[in-house]
């Protein structure tokens, strides 16, 4: 049997409660409507709208994430949110290690390892995000910095070995930029995270992130387990289209 399969939103700091809403509403009903699909969708608001989108799509295996957390049950970490809370409002899942995270605010692979095994400990599921900048890839670095932030999965403690988690290949100079990575460079990435992953643990999916639409979703279907989706995710109807390609 496969990996499993998931289509995965993260709207970053965008839209408002309405607009969150509306997506939702508008994204159902394409489920509704169209085929059955076979592999899971989520999204990851900003924080503060998780609660909306949760009450909207529950019933429904629609999956509600979190883009960050801290790996504290609790405490004085001020503007920072727990596994704990995000449990307590129904989060499935939790974004963690996002290139925004690492670059934008400092965030280490020592601290993202702490988060990873935060939610393992708490049964979220991780969609931990790993991928070389451009600067790296110029250097010829992409295996070796792929290599090292995978590295993090062998401080996973046995009995935690055996859960799910996801791994999304986000190179940086991918994301929001319009240029995808060529499914070439896409296969050899995957390739490599997998063959890594599989040293430490065994129940994982590889997703891939950075650029993409539908017509990326039809071509990399094969070679990766799914996709976490930014830009074009904040259309319901180019999520649903890119959610319909991943579906094999
Ligand atoms: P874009 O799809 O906008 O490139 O963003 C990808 C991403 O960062 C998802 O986490």
Not at 14 to 40: H, I, M, P, R, T
Not at 64 to 73: L, R, S, W, Y
Not at 121 to 131: S, T
């Amino acid at each position: 049997m496969g990996a499993e399969r998931y289509v995965l939103a993260n709207f970053k700091m965008n839209k408002n409660l309405f607009e969150v809403k509306k997506w939702a509403d508008e994204f159902l009903s394409l489920l509704y409507k169209g085929k059955k699909l076979s592999l899971k969708v989520g999204c990851a608001p900003t924080f503060i709208y998780i609660k909306a989108l949760k009450e909207i799509v529950i019933g429904t295996g629609f999956l509600v994430g979190a883009q960050n957390m801290h790996f504290e049950e609790k405490g004085a970490f001020t503007g920072e949110v727990s596994p704990t809370q995000l449990k307590d409002i129904g989060v499935d899942f939790v974004i963690i290690g996002h290139s925004e995270r690492r670059n934008i605010f400092g965030e280490s692979d020592e601290l993202i390892s702490k988060k990873l095994l935060s939610a393992l400990k708490h049964n979220i599921l991780p969609v931990l995000c790993v991928g070389e900048t451009k600067e790296e890839r110029e250097k010829g670095e992409t295996e070796k910095v792929l290599i090292k932030q995978i590295s993090i999965l062998s401080k996973i403690p046995d009995e935690l070995k055996n859960q799910k988690i996801v791994i999304a290949y986000e190179p940086v100079w991918a994301i929001g930029t319009g240029i995808p990575a060529t499914k070439d460079k896409i296969e050899k990435a995957v390739e490599l995270i997998r063959e890594e992953a599989s040293k430490f643990i065994k129940d994982f999916s590889v997703l891939y992130g950075g650029s993409i639409d539908e017509k990326v979703a039809e071509e990399i279907k094969d070679i990766c387990d799914g996709g976490l989706v930014g830009t074009a995710s904040l259309d319901p109807q180019k999520f649903y289209k890119i959610s319909q390609n991943f579906d094999v």
